[in-house]
């Protein structure tokens, strides 16, 4: 299957062979030991090392669940009147189908799927970059993409790539559309990754975004057995970057002192901001903070408000 499609999903395996998806990932993590496959975004591609990237067919079928919820809990972060801009990717563009309902929203973006999103919402203005059309991913790349970005201020930039340590940061296997990411982040105040968490931990050839530029990731809870993601997205928040996680599909997949999240809830874990950016003070035993969303606009605020005093 793998080889025929380029990605497969372990939930798509797990339905192919009628066994349980925790099966299938100890077959596959065998496999990836034998070097016949890699294991990625929650499933599995043919080997390729740093330079090999998916194409969006493949992608937009793996880890949907978990896409949905951190599209949901992105755009809960957009206000009224925003000017943003959002990157390529398949979870970028499920934040931009949610976005549509954002009064007054200015979006700027190189990505074809994202316009697409927004298209036909009302009182959303869409702005696409220049650029060279890449088609295995729906964006527009290359010099007529950046310089269209020069000169460029918005209040936050949306995200996503192929791998996110908390030694290199966000990065993608593509040149062309590292350098378009680089771009945009170069054009906003604050920026915010959107990653699951199977690509916690991995790490791919062009970096994007370094580490002491992101200032918010939203994720969801890794499983209790991916010690992986676990360590490093407490490394993430050790090195100060806010971490916002989904509620995940309930108390049996979050990890150890962890608190389960109440059905149609989402639950966002915030280390505090001090300042405009970083606590570089802060020691690794930093731990994450809890906070619900649904709070009201005055205690936000509030809470805004005592997280830039720290």
């Known amino acids: ?20 998806e925790v099966t299938v990932r100890r077959d596959v993590r065998a496999l990836e030991a034998e070097g016949l496959l890699d294991r990625r975004h929650g499933g599995a591609v043919l080997p390729g090392g740093f330079t090999r990237e998916s194409g969006f067919p493949q992608k937009s079928h793996l880890a949907t669940a978990e896409k949905t919820a951190i599209a949901d809990l992105a755009a809960s972060l957009v206000e009224e009147g925003e000017a943003i801009v959002v990157g390529a990717g398949t979870t970028t563009q499920e934040l931009a189908r949610r976005l549509a309902r954002v009064p007054g929203l200015t979006v700027v973006t190189n990505s074809l799927l994202v316009a697409q999103a927004l298209a036909h919402a009302n009182r959303v203005e869409v702005v696409m970059t220049g650029g ?6 729906y964006a527009l790349v290359g010099s007529g ?13 949306f995200l996503s790539g192929s791998g996110l340590t908390a030694e290199r940061g966000l990065s993608t296997s593509n040149m062309l559309s590292a350098s378009v990411d680089r771009a945009l ?35 969801d809870e890794p499983p209790a057995h991916d010690d992986r993601a676990g360590t490093e997205l407490q490394a993430l928040a050790d090195q100060g970057v806010q971490i916002a996680v989904t509620g995940g599909s309930g108390a049996s997949d979050a990890g150890p002192g962890v608190d389960s999240v109440p059905q149609g809830r989402q639950q966002r ?5 001090p300042g405009q950016r970083r606590n570089h003070g802060a020691g690794p035993g930093q731990q994450l903070r809890h906070a619900f969303l649904g709070e ?15």
């Not at 060279?132 to 991913?137: A, I, V």
Request: glycine share 6%; proline share 3%; charged share 25%.
């Open 145 to 157: 993409a950046e310089q269209s970005l020069q000169g460029l201020r918005v209040s936050r930039a």
């Open 132 to 137: 060279t059309l890449r088609g295995s991913n």
């Open 185 to 219: 982040v170069q054009a906003a105040a604050e920026v915010v990754v959107l990653a699951d968490h199977t690509k916690l931990g991995t790490d791919t050839m062009f970096q994007t975004v370094p580490t002491d530029l992101i200032t918010r990731l939203v994720t």
């Open 269 to 273: 874990r915030d280390v505090p901001l």
């Open 1 to 20: 299957m793998v080889r025929a499609n380029g990605a497969v999903s372990l939930r798509e395996l797990a339905r192919v062979v009628q066994t349980s």
């Open 296 to 310: 009201q606009p005055g205690e936000r605020a509030a809470r805004v408000a005592d997280m830039r005093r720290r």
